[in-house]
């Protein structure tokens, strides 16, 4: 199964008036410190704080009459449980979030202000899958995956859809587009989108650096599984392997994959707050993260850089802010 | 003298390449809280973090080429001066910033960092007017003021120009247009600006409790003063008067000014950070707290707030966070 430049082309069509088409933002402070044309598409700004809207709402207003009644269920660190949580609002569509008891807590309470149910596991010993499966099967359910759904991936194109319309409106051809990785849904929606308008464009993915398994998965041709003891401040991240619908569209459309350590995130979350005015997560600041840090070269290039999340906590934000990650 | 709107026309060509046109933000989560339609104009995301570049650069590009090597002098408490730095180093024009030993220090290593010299003074015994101008005439320089100049006023009006515009882009005739208020430059610009082009919506400014001079003044119909013991967390407004210049302009086209207190101000840099993902300064974030406040009826109206800089130490910003102010 694969997706089409006409898939995104629709789900732009449905999330038209719904979704906040995102500005890309220009700065030149940030040009003159990458020494390119660097511009940032906010993310930070979708509705719920993160571009997960964009999919979870694609999904979710091709339900069924039926189906929406009955309500959907979504396992998600946060990011995914508001999309949906609020795209289900927006439809009066039933929705319990499986969430990791972990999860920042400005994400749960997102979550319970979109008027969700939620379902705590533990991360390191329960089964997300098989929890979600169970309750979609004693209420009838659909269960909304975070990335490996067409729907989702389309969903999410539509933020490669925006950036290279807002480019052009620039007169601005784009050499790169820098991305996070999580499962992959995002990039492999933006990558399809991008290289279907603007093949020339080399797609670049950032992931942390412990959960790098896409990195991996393109050196080794196969999906690489993460390391269990691996640890990441980047929770909207922590996905264990490519997923079976986003990796082989990222193995075609990718033109690599940087990995990146929590210190060089925190870095960029800093300047994001002291250059750019702009509060990011860390899983949404890890392309920034790579372009500062100079792991993807943008010297000379004109590059647009996805900063897909901006739902932190307060108190960890407060603590980046003060230099202690 | 007064400010037509083809000064500010004249100012827009100048800064066209220059200035960031900033984004005008629509945040859904806003709409739904203030029950109407009301975007962000986020000035934040301006060069050197806040309105100030357009006036300064507005201002320092119509130097004469002698007048551009002497160099320029001004004082400011943060957000002038790196407009001013800034402007300076594009023009490679000298700037000295008289700045108050108590700014930010955020502003002042940004003002550095644009390679201005600084002088301090003590913002309670000293007179920065007096200052300024020794130095100018010792050194033969132009004295740029923060507010109480045509080409600086021009300058800001910009921002105003580009409201209009990105509303008429969206369909959307604004009621009202909400604007932080100090020296009343901005306002004054931008008040002059959409006046000119929609003479129907009503400008709001809003002044922190205490530095409510403007407020003050429109009540009694002439120049009111600030107590001197007067305190705010809102360096960017602590002006002790309304300008000369600005006062008139503001007089005419101002339907009201709201007072907001410092902790109506951190309520609203919460807010900003929590839902809107911006970094706002205390002074930036006066009139977006008088919305949220409700001390200006924003309930079925269309609206564009003024969110005017971005310029703050992340230790104050981490205790706003915690809830400390």
Same mark, same amino acid.
């Given at each position: 199964?694969?997706?089409?430049?006409?898939?995104?082309?629709?789900?732009?069509?449905?999330?038209?008036?719904?979704?906040?088409?995102?500005?890309?933002?220009?700065?030149?402070?940030?040009?003159?410190?990458?020494?390119?044309?660097?511009?940032?598409?906010?993310?930070?700004?979708?509705?719920?704080?993160?571009?997960?809207?964009?999919?979870?709402?694609?999904?979710?207003?091709?339900?069924?009459?039926?189906?929406?009644?009955?309500?959907?269920?979504?396992?998600?660190?946060?990011?995914?449980?508001?999309?949906?949580?609020?795209?289900?609002?927006?439809?009066?569509?039933?929705?319990?979030?499986?969430?990791?008891?972990?999860?920042?807590?400005?994400?749960?309470e997102g979550t319970r202000g979109f008027r969700a149910e939620i379902r705590f596991y533990d991360r390191f010993t329960e089964d997300r899958v098989a929890i979600a499966d169970q309750i979609a099967a004693e209420r009838g359910c659909v269960v909304v995956p975070s990335y490996d759904d067409p729907h989702i991936i389309a969903?999410?194109?539509?933020?490669?859809?925006?950036?290279? =319309?807002? +480019?052009? /409106?620039?007169?601005?051809?784009?050499?790169?587009?820098?991305?996070? *990785?999580?499962? $992959? @849904?995002?990039? !492999?929606?933006?990558?399809?989108?991008?290289?279907?308008?603007?093949?020339?464009?080399?797609?670049?993915?950032?992931?942390?650096?412990?959960?790098?398994?896409?990195?991996?998965?393109?050196?080794?041709?196969?999906?690489?599984?993460?390391?269990?003891?691996?640890?990441?401040?980047?929770?909207?991240?922590?996905?264990?392997?490519?997923?079976?619908?986003?990796?082989?569209?990222?193995?075609?459309?990718?033109?690599?994959?940087?990995?990146?350590?929590?210190? =060089?995130? +925190?870095? /960029?979350?800093?300047?994001?707050?002291?250059?750019?005015?702009?509060? *990011?997560?860390? $899983? @949404?600041?890890? !392309?920034?993260?790579?372009?500062?840090?100079?792991?993807i070269d943008l010297n000379g290039k004109a590059a647009a850089i996805v900063c897909s999340g901006g739902n932190v906590d307060p108190a960890l934000y407060g603590r980046v802010l003060g230099g202690e990650i």
């Amino acid at each position: 199964m694969t997706i089409a430049l006409s898939d995104i082309q629709a789900a732009a069509a449905r999330l038209a008036g719904r979704a906040v088409r995102t500005p890309l933002i220009e700065s030149p402070a940030l040009n003159e410190r990458l020494g390119g044309r660097v511009l940032i598409k906010a993310e930070t700004l979708q509705r719920a704080g993160a571009f997960k809207f964009r999919g979870a709402y694609n999904r979710l207003s091709q339900l069924s009459q039926d189906e929406r009644r009955r309500g959907v269920v979504a396992f998600s660190s946060g990011n995914h449980a508001q999309g949906v949580a609020l795209a289900a609002r927006l439809l009066d569509c039933p929705a319990l979030i499986v969430m990791p008891s972990d999860s920042p807590a400005v994400k749960v309470e997102g979550t319970r202000g979109f008027r969700a149910e939620i379902r705590f596991y533990d991360r390191f010993t329960e089964d997300r899958v098989a929890i979600a499966d169970q309750i979609a099967a004693e209420r009838g359910c659909v269960v909304v995956p975070s990335y490996d759904d067409p729907h989702i991936i389309a969903g999410q194109g539509t933020v490669g859809l925006e950036i290279v =319309e807002q +480019a052009r /409106a620039l007169d601005l051809d784009l050499d790169l587009v820098l991305s996070p *990785v999580g499962g $992959g @849904g995002l990039i !492999a929606g933006v990558s399809t989108a991008v290289k279907a308008l603007s093949p020339a464009t080399a797609i670049w993915g950032a992931e942390p650096a412990g959960f790098d398994e896409t990195r991996r998965s393109l050196a080794s041709g196969r999906r690489e599984t993460v390391d269990p003891q691996a640890r990441s401040f980047c929770d909207a991240l922590l996905t264990p392997t490519p997923g079976e619908l986003t990796w082989p569209i990222n193995q075609r459309n990718l033109a690599g994959v940087a990995a990146v350590t929590d210190a =060089e995130v +925190a870095d /960029a979350m800093r300047y994001a707050f002291s250059v750019l005015k702009l509060v *990011v997560e860390p $899983g @949404g600041c890890v !392309a920034l993260a790579a372009g500062l840090a100079g792991k993807i070269d943008l010297n000379g290039k004109a590059a647009a850089i996805v900063c897909s999340g901006g739902n932190v906590d307060p108190a960890l934000y407060g603590r980046v802010l003060g230099g202690e990650i």
